[in-house]
């Protein structure tokens, strides 16, 4: 069931958003050559105790096999989609670093996620990125009382495969709320006037996850990440934001 949120239900929301894009700011910023995924994820786990807040993602049932997921920072490097684990193994010049986060602020999620330049990266990737960048600003521009799921899909596959790429498609952006991941589910390609209709107090979010290669994935040998088949690039961005009167309220800003 899609439920519609009070005034005050997103007022919650807009500050578990503020607090979980100021902590991934400053993990963003401390991404270089030679770091571990690790030692980005400690910085996080330490910040979510100084803004007494909860990791979403800590403990959530994410696994091949339902396991718990370990880490409060899904680190998916390269050829890895979503939901890669942090571990020691050092960060190097040219590496690409999908960074996805969200903490729960008195009872109420928020998620976003970027992707990162690790120094120097190849022009093919960088590309990648800022195309993934902007088909969450296009699917953002869709969020309006009145149009459908499937406009959001459909503006954001058309885009990225116009500029040579693909969407994922086993993996979507979700409701949230109450809830790390409610309904309705936010697949990033579709048929325009399809889907449930965007109304007022709906809190979505929205992610593409953009490949250059083949869209079809397989899990990471941790049993947690989704990585591509063929091991092609992957990016992925994203955002919670709330349906208002007018368009939509992005929560997971500065």
């Known amino acids: 069931m899609i439920t519609i949120k009070s005034k005050e239900e997103i007022q919650l929301m807009r500050e578990s958003g503020r607090i979980a894009a100021q902590i991934l700011k400053k993990v ?26 909860k990791s979403a993602f800590k403990g959530y049932s994410s696994g091949k096999n339902g396991e718990l997921f370990p880490g409060v ?11 890669g684990v942090p571990s020691d193994v050092a960060l190097k010049e040219g590496d690409i670093l999908g960074l996805d986060f969200g903490v729960v602020y008195k009872g109420y999620y928020s998620d976003l996620a970027v992707t990162v330049p690790v120094g120097n990266i190849r022009d093919e ?33 058309r885009y990225v495969e116009s500029q040579g790429y693909e969407v994922v498609r086993d993996l979507c952006g979700h409701g949230i709320g109450r809830a790390l991941h409610e309904e309705p589910e936010i697949p990033n390609l579709g048929k325009r006037r ?14 593409p996850m953009v490949v250059t290669g083949s869209w079809e994935l397989e899990y990471s040998t941790d049993n ?8 092609s690039l992957s990016a992925h961005f994203e955002h919670t934001v709330a349906v208002t009167k007018d368009g939509c309220e992005v929560l997971t800003v500065l």
């Open 28 to 53: 963003q910023d401390i991404v270089k050559p030679g770091i571990s995924t690790k030692e980005l994820n400690d910085l996080a786990e330490k910040l979510i105790a100084k803004y007494k807040v």
């Open 73 to 83: 920072l899904c680190t998916s490097l390269n050829n890895v989609v979503v939901h």
């Open 125 to 157: 990737a960088r590309h990648l990125i800022r195309v993934t960048r902007k088909a969450l600003k296009r699917g953002l521009k869709k969020v309006r009382p009145g149009n459908t799921i499937g406009d959001i899909g459909n503006t954001i596959q």
């Open 194 to 207: 399809t889907g449930p209709e965007l109304a007022e107090g709906m809190v979505i979010a929205i992610e």
């Open 224 to 231: 947690y990440g989704f990585e591509t088949k063929d091991k």
